[in-house]
């Protein structure tokens, strides 16, 4: 967050102008304005978002949710998984993950199969001690779910899952506020107990407009390993009933199964083999549904007829190393008529790094001073054109400059 000019603490200033005395608002609707064009820029790499919900908590949702972004990224799919069960964050303990090898890209120390397929954040990894409670009110829950979303380098993800409370309060709220195209999975038990929360979370979906993928029973039977026999532990069929009446899809019923509740607790959920496991065999469908039904359009990450330059800079002109700018300065040039300038922070170095970042931003020409060959390469493998060994002048100048020598280009 950029720094107050009057020295107020930048996360106080930022969120309440009043406790910034003297400071100029317009620094505050700067604040605001980046704010909301990093989540628009982040959002815009993200196919699908799935909010994982339950009208009560006990029901299994973070098994669900766990399991659904396993299940994605072992086909292949770029999956986020985000954790916003502030008061009670599991997913991180499921799954055995402890320190990140890279907290600003989402990056754990995952299995081969995994690494590059699954990226995951919980408040747990911002917390000394995982046992502390969090205190927080609906404002600063706000705020870090949306830092969640625009701070952390996801790049391009197939599918973004979103662990949420249980109940219709101030989290699944805030998911609904900050992504607007975000859709519901609602994970029920067949207790007529569930089912009435479940009643709820339908009407909280309707009432904002979240669009609902579909129902899924969970603990829904336990198949006897003594008998084989499928003994309904809380009766079954209930959450098909409820989702018929709501006329929105019903994904599957999942049984118990006692192999993922022990891995689950005993944070080796990513080594149940899902051959071995009756969860998982009966997500299947419900994963082969989302496939089906949410299918992965091409990102556009360019626009037909639209140049976007990128410079790297530093006080104010061209940077004379590539690596040591503060700032990009992007120009948009749509129909010959160049764009005003955006300045863009540098992205922290780490996975990915600045030529994933540039493509992400759909930059197509980088004018550069000093740029490594090896550099130069991988913004070429981008499909972005390189101009390097450029003057230090101001950014404006020197786009002006290569518009008016390359005509073909405006």
Not at 83 to 112: S, T, Y
Request: glycine share 10%; proline share 8%.
């Amino acid at each position: 967050m950029t720094e107050c000019p009057n020295g107020a603490d930048p996360k106080t200033c930022g969120e309440d102008p009043k406790s910034c005395s003297g400071c100029d608002p317009a620094h505050h609707a700067n604040e605001k304005d980046k704010e909301e064009m990093e989540l628009a820029r982040t959002l815009k790499r993200i196919r699908h978002k799935l909010v994982v919900m339950s009208g009560k908590g006990g029901v299994g949702k973070s098994s669900v949710a766990v399991c659904l972004a396993l299940a994605l990224a072992r086909r292949g799919k770029k999956v986020g998984l985000m954790d916003v069960d502030l008061h009670g964050p599991n997913v991180l303990r499921m799954m055995g993950l402890k320190e990140p090898i890279d907290l600003g890209h989402a990056q754990f120390d995952l299995p081969p199969d995994l690494f590059d397929n699954l990226r995951v954040i919980s408040i747990e990894v911002l917390m000394r001690n995982r046992d502390m409670a969090v205190i927080w009110r609906g404002p600063l829950k706000h705020q870090l779910i949306r830092q969640f979303i625009s701070e952390v380098q996801w790049g391009d993800l197939d599918y973004l899952v979103v662990d949420s409370p249980p109940g219709t309060g101030d989290e699944p709220m805030s998911v609904a506020q900050t992504i607007s195209d975000a859709q519901a999975i609602i994970v029920t038990t067949p207790q007529e107990i569930s089912l009435a929360d479940v009643r709820k979370s339908l009407n909280f979906c309707e009432k904002i407009n979240m669009k609902v993928v579909g129902v899924v029973e969970n603990m829904s039977g336990y198949l006897c390993p003594h008998c084989g026999k499928d003994l309904p532990l809380f009766k079954t069929g209930g959450g098909f009933k409820t989702a018929q009446a709501a006329k929105v899809p019903f994904l599957g019923a999942v049984p118990f199964d006692p192999q993922v509740v022990e891995a689950a607790d005993q944070g080796r959920l990513m080594e149940v083999k899902e051959a071995d496991s009756p969860f998982f065999q009966a997500m299947m469908p419900i994963v082969d549904h989302i496939l089906e039904t949410l299918p992965l359009t091409p990102l556009a990450t360019r626009e037909p007829g639209v140049l976007k330059f990128a410079l790297p800079v530093q006080d104010g002109k061209l940077s004379e190393k590539f690596g040591h700018a503060s700032h990009f300065a992007v120009f948009t040039v749509k129909d010959g008529v160049l764009g005003p300038k955006e300045l863009i922070p540098c992205p922290p170095h780490g996975v990915g790094g600045t030529p994933e970042w540039l493509d992400e931003l759909g930059v197509t020409h980088v004018i550069a001073g000093t740029l490594g060959e090896k550099a130069q390469a991988l913004l070429t493998k981008k499909g972005i054109e390189v101009s390097a060994g450029a003057p230090l002048e101001a950014p404006e100048t020197l786009v002006e400059k290569y518009l008016k020598q390359t005509p073909a280009a405006s």
